[in-house]
């Protein structure tokens, strides 16, 4: 018995997949991205600026953060739950999410977002 | 030498949580960058792996701490309507940037983005700490994920040098004042 178990040659550590780190970074992007969205619509769309106003001596930037922080986190919930053992490819998922980035330092600055 | 308590809100947000953040953004990429990279072969103890993870657990919690501030304590006073018929404007900084052509773009394009773009900053390096966190060593395993880390920290860094930069500006063009006057030392008249 003793023998056969030092025979048996020991299942090789399970390397660590980047299912979570890919959710995490997707949705960061997608976070990133959808403050800079409400905070055009916030601006340009009377009734969603409105909708923003969650704490008057803030205004709409109150809703706007907090929306999308709740979109943030939401996303890295559901994404963490759904590939939490898969491999992606994070070359591609990293992209994605650093495009969003990219575009959402773009869409806040105000002569681009005025450009909507 | 005299400051108002809502000069020294100001002061904390952008002189110290802010700046700080920004100190502390260099030292955390080089690390990334040059420790945990794919080719490097020389090994990451447990302490060294630990001072990363506490560095940037404290970077994420200065972030946040420096919107939180500067969203919901400074900004109200930055954005507070005059009653009106008010023609001295000096507590009133947003009214006081408008009121004239060549300082409405410091609140139009200054604080307009800077009140938004700030905020990217929070969202990539708590990200960034949750990846290192989970991954740590294992990170040199996976470099198109660690390059994902490496560029959200560089434009946070970006975004958090926008907001600082306009943040300065925007108190050297119209600072917010008001509240109690604390006394912080006497000095010599003459």
Request: hydrophobic share 50%.
């Amino acid at each position: 018995m003793s023998s056969q178990s030092a025979s048996t040659p020991k299942p090789a550590a399970q390397a660590m997949t980047n299912g979570s780190g890919a959710a995490a970074v997707l949705a960061a992007g997608v976070g990133s991205f959808s403050l800079a969205v409400l905070a055009i619509a916030s601006d340009k769309l009377p009734a969603i600026k409105s909708l923003m106003n969650f704490y008057r001596p803030t205004g709409p930037l109150s809703g706007v953060t907090t929306t999308a922080v709740f979109v943030w986190l939401m996303l890295w919930i559901v994404l963490r739950w759904r590939w939490r053992d898969r491999n992606l490819a994070m070359g591609r998922v990293g992209r994605v999410a650093l495009v969003l980035l990219v575009l959402s330092l773009l869409l806040t600055f105000p002569p681009i977002a005025d450009l909507f | 030498m005299e400051i108002t308590t809502r000069g020294l809100w100001t002061l904390v947000h952008g002189m110290g949580f802010g700046a700080l953040y920004l100190l502390a953004c260099s030292g955390a990429l080089v690390e990334l960058w040059r420790r945990y990279a794919p080719n490097d072969l020389s090994p990451v103890n447990e302490r060294d792996e630990a001072l990363l993870r506490w560095y940037l657990l404290s970077m994420a919690v200065l972030a946040w701490i420096t919107v939180l501030t500067g969203t919901y304590i400074i900004y109200p006073w930055y954005r507070a309507v005059p009653p009106v018929g008010t023609v001295n404007l000096t507590g009133y900084p947003q009214r006081l940037l408008l009121s004239n052509v060549a300082t409405g773009g410091w609140h139009s394009i200054g604080m307009e983005w800077k009140e938004h773009v700030a905020w990217l900053v929070p969202i990539s390096i708590t990200m960034a700490f949750a990846v290192f966190n989970k991954h740590r060593r294992n990170l040199r395993n996976h470099p198109e994920l660690r390059a994902a880390v490496l560029s959200f920290m560089m434009i946070s860094f970006l975004a958090a040098g926008i907001a600082g930069f306009f943040g300065a500006m925007l108190n050297k063009h119209a600072p917010v004042e008001g509240g109690q006057t604390i006394h912080l030392m006497q000095g010599e008249s003459r």
